[in-house]
């Protein structure tokens, strides 16, 4: 059973930082992208960062861009993005999700991805 699980989302205000993990278990992930997504209210789901397989090839949103860094440590079968100079526009709740098939390549394609968490929220105030 493919389990991921986000944490690290809070309250923050403009221009602070904070950290998320996603957590996988039930197999190991070393070999698979992973990705982060947010989706806000009202609007759809979107495209954050990905990490490829080995951790050498990352993709971001142009929307963080400078801001978000995406890693992994695949020891503890777990995906990060830490989240600096945060915006009002960052607020919403954020997914992690990975794409078991191996090989592949970072991407932004959500239907790309296999597995999804449950998501964590991020609101930043202004």
């Known amino acids: 059973q493919v389990q991921l699980v986000e944490s690290g989302g809070g309250l923050v205000q403009a221009g602070d930082s904070l950290r998320l993990s996603c957590a996988a278990s039930g197999r190991s992930f070393s070999m698979y992208v992973m990705g982060w997504f947010r989706q806000a209210p009202g609007k759809e789901r979107e495209f954050v960062a990905a990490?490829?397989?080995?951790?050498?090839?990352?993709l971001y949103a142009d929307s963080v861009k400078g801001r978000f860094t995406i890693s992994k440590d695949n020891a503890k079968n777990t995906v990060y993005v830490q989240m600096n100079s945060l915006k009002p526009d960052d607020t919403a709740v954020y997914y992690c999700?990975?794409?078991?098939?191996?090989?592949?390549?970072?991407?932004?394609?959500?239907?790309?991805?296999?597995?999804w968490g449950q998501g964590t929220q991020v609101t930043v105030s202004s």
């Open positions: 990490i490829s397989w080995s951790g050498r090839n990352t």
């Open positions: 999700a990975v794409d078991v098939n191996i090989g592949g390549v970072a991407t932004a394609a959500l239907g790309e991805y296999d597995y």
